[in-house]
């Protein structure tokens, strides 16, 4: 893994120096000041949020931890990385940069982030830091044509950032695979949650997002970030929403499960899981995700209708809103530093917004697919007892098999996210090759 990194990381940081020396040239910029951060102070305290880079600043290199430093880039010279090393005997102080990215890098070590501002070279600066203690003796403007710019070419992926994306596809696979386990074992959601971060060998803070661990019912809440201490008298069914980071780059995985006497909720995960495939199967350059998104609508009013949900065709499904009423989200979104990555509604390199169709509210990606890009594709079925009383009185209801619903009330719902690469050709789902492996 290192020596393909080492490998891959000169043409990464040639792709970004040149979208940075673009990106400069729009304003007549002379550097481009890329802030790390630094951590947030928790209100009327003295304890601070676990600290998150800037997308921007590892963007550049595989440092998610290096508050108060900077990036200091000024077209046709070597990148300068101002790295802040504090003397201090109470925190783990940063160790000196190392690895294989170092050489390509001016290193200047100083002891804090008022130091580093100090290092920051003069001229006309477009500085991209957020609003956080101890920079502020720089001038922030975040100028919009720079960002634009960048959050648009952000899209598209180095081998080298691929690397990473299947890196920490396979940290999560692994872990999954543990939450599976313990899910057999009739371990709590939190009992789930701390095998799922033994495997990873991640804690909270360092997982791209907050992990879904949900039991039975709790499938239905789509962000269910709550542990239960103690486990349910029956697990029917599990639901696991749970990535990884490496260096900086997120997977975002979902997976559900069924007990082994849950046949007939394991039935409907099989056709959903068919189905997600047929989706992924379409992740190719031309595609418009929004597009898709409607497919999937349909096809997922047919899985309902197959199953006896209800008896109007999956056309009727879809045109009365009751499809939404399963599948209240989007299909999925962009993902790479981010989560959810940057630049899912951008127009062009120039910004402007793409809007979403029409009674999508919640889709995170109305671009068409090209080379290179991201994205998850997460279609979900649910048993929403908010958004099912909104059916109930409807001309259509007597249409809908209620008992068969309520049912299935117990499972709470079936969610399956795969990371899938859009290539020149067939997709790669990095997801599904990390299981693969794991
Ligand atoms: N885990 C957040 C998402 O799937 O978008
Ligand atoms: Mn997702
Ligand atoms: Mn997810």
Not at 12 to 37: I, M, N, P, S, Y
Not at 329 to 355: M, R, S, Y
Not at 408 to 422: K, L, N, P, T, W
Request: charged share 20%; hydrophobic share 40%.
């Amino acid at each position: 893994m290192h020596d393909q990194l080492a490998s891959l990381y000169p043409h990464h940081l040639a792709t970004v120096r040149e979208r940075a020396d673009k990106a400069l040239a729009l304003g007549g910029f002379d550097h481009l000041l890329v802030a790390a951060g630094t951590p947030l102070r928790k209100f009327l305290d003295d304890q601070d949020y676990p600290f998150v880079v800037s997308p921007q600043f590892k963007h550049w290199l595989p440092l998610a931890g290096a508050p108060g430093s900077w990036i200091a880039y000024t077209p046709g010279a070597k990148p300068k990385l101002v790295f802040v090393q504090p003397r201090d005997y109470w925190h783990v102080v940063p160790e000196a940069p190392h690895g294989y990215w170092v050489e390509h890098f001016d290193i200047v070590i100083v002891r804090s982030a008022a130091e580093a501002i100090a290092q920051l070279p003069a001229g006309k600066r477009a500085v991209i830091a957020p609003a956080c203690p101890g920079i502020d003796g720089v001038e922030i403007d975040n100028p919009q044509q720079v960002l634009d710019y960048l959050h648009w070419h952000r899209s598209y992926k180095t081998p080298y950032e691929l690397a990473l994306m299947r890196e920490a596809s396979r940290i999560g696979t692994r872990a999954h695979r543990a939450a599976e386990n313990a899910f057999r074992a009739g371990e709590s959601e939190f009992g789930i949650h701390m095998a799922y971060l033994a495997a990873a060998r991640q804690i909270d803070a360092e997982l791209p997002y907050a992990s879904i661990v949900a039991l039975n019912e709790h499938g239905a809440v789509l962000h269910y970030t709550h542990f239960d201490r103690t486990p349910p008298e029956r697990s029917r069914s599990f639901l696991i929403d749970a990535g990884a980071s490496a260096a900086g780059y997120a997977s975002d995985i979902t997976r559900t499960h069924a007990a082994p006497d849950a046949w007939e909720f394991q039935a409907l995960i099989d056709s959903v899981d068919a189905a997600q495939q047929g989706f992924v199967a379409r992740v190719r350059a031309g595609q418009s995700y929004p597009e898709l998104h409607i497919h999937a609508h349909h096809v997922l009013a047919g899985v309902l209708r197959e199953h006896g949900f209800f008896r109007m065709s999956a056309e009727s499904a879809v045109e009365s809103g009751v499809s939404s009423a399963f599948f209240p989200h989007g299909l999925g979104h962009p993902i790479g530093l981010q989560v959810h990555d940057v630049a899912g509604f951008q127009q062009n390199e120039g910004g402007g917004t793409i809007a979403r169709p029409d009674g999508h509210p919640y889709l995170r990606m109305t671009r068409a697919l090209e080379p290179g890009m991201v994205v998850t594709i997460e279609p979900g079925l649910y048993f929403i007892d908010m958004l099912l009383a909104e059916l109930r009185d409807k001309p259509f209801a007597g249409d809908i098999d209620w008992t068969r619903i309520d049912h299935f009330r117990q499972y709470g719902g079936i969610r399956i996210e795969d990371d899938v690469v859009c290539t020149d050709g067939a997709p790669e789902n990095l997801t599904r090759d990390a299981f693969a492996l794991s």
